[in-house]
Every structure is written in C-alpha cells, then in structure tokens.
Nanobody
C-alpha cells in the first residue's frame, strides 16, 4: 500500500508564508510525478503545482511567482512553499502522486487526506 500524508497547513495572515509537506510511504518503486491541488468551499478541486521525476514544474497562473514546488527524493517528500499568501488561497490542499509500486507494475494514482490552509485578511 502507498500512503501520502500532508502537513504544514494552518492559519496565517495575508502576506505570510507556509510550507506544506507531503510524505509518501509504503511500497514505492518510483514516483513519476507529484502535484498539489486545492479545494475551497463550494468550488471544484484545482491544480496548484506539479513536479515530475525530472524536476519539470508547472504552476497555476494564480500562484506563479508566489508558490514553489520542490522535492527531496531521498525522503520521498514533496514540498509546497507558499509566499505572499492571499485570502483567496484559503482551501484544503491535497497532494496527488503518480506512483509505481513495483518495477513491472503500472502507475497508480494516490491522494493524501488534505491539510487546511486559512489566510486571514
């Protein structure tokens, strides 16, 4: 089994910073990519940022220049550094991994349980 656990969420004032972590554990052969999504109340889940095993990154327009996705491959841990936070960044943040569990196996799609980020004005 594979488990993704997010941490680092909390309450912060506008303009502040938070760093989210996503730790992947279990039977893992490789992590093809990891993404951060967020879902605000009454809205659809949206992609925030993603990173591939080759360190190619992609960001939503709303967070470009403010958020940075990174990874520590030795620890199977992924990060989302969020600077210049705005009230509209308030949401539950989820990590989503495309993970291969064995050499011969296919790639599965795994989600964490989410971590709440609240930005006050």
């Amino acid at each position: 089994q594979v488990t993704l656990v997010e941490s680092g969420g909390g309450l912060v004032q506008a303009g502040g910073s938070l760093r989210l972590s996503c730790a992947a554990s279990g039977v893992i052969f490789s992590i093809n990519s990891m993404a951060w999504y967020r879902q605000a109340p009454g809205k659809q889940r949206e992609l925030v940022a993603s990173i591939t095993s080759g360190d190619s990154t992609n960001y939503a327009d709303a967070v470009k220049g403010r958020f940075t996705i990174s990874r520590d491959s030795a620890k199977n841990t992924y990060y989302l550094q969020m600077n210049g936070l705005k009230p509209e960044d308030t949401a539950v943040y989820y990590c989503n991994g495309r993970i291969r569990r064995t050499y011969y196996g296919g790639t599965g799609d795994y989600w964490g349980q989410g971590t709440q980020v609240t930005v006050s004005s």
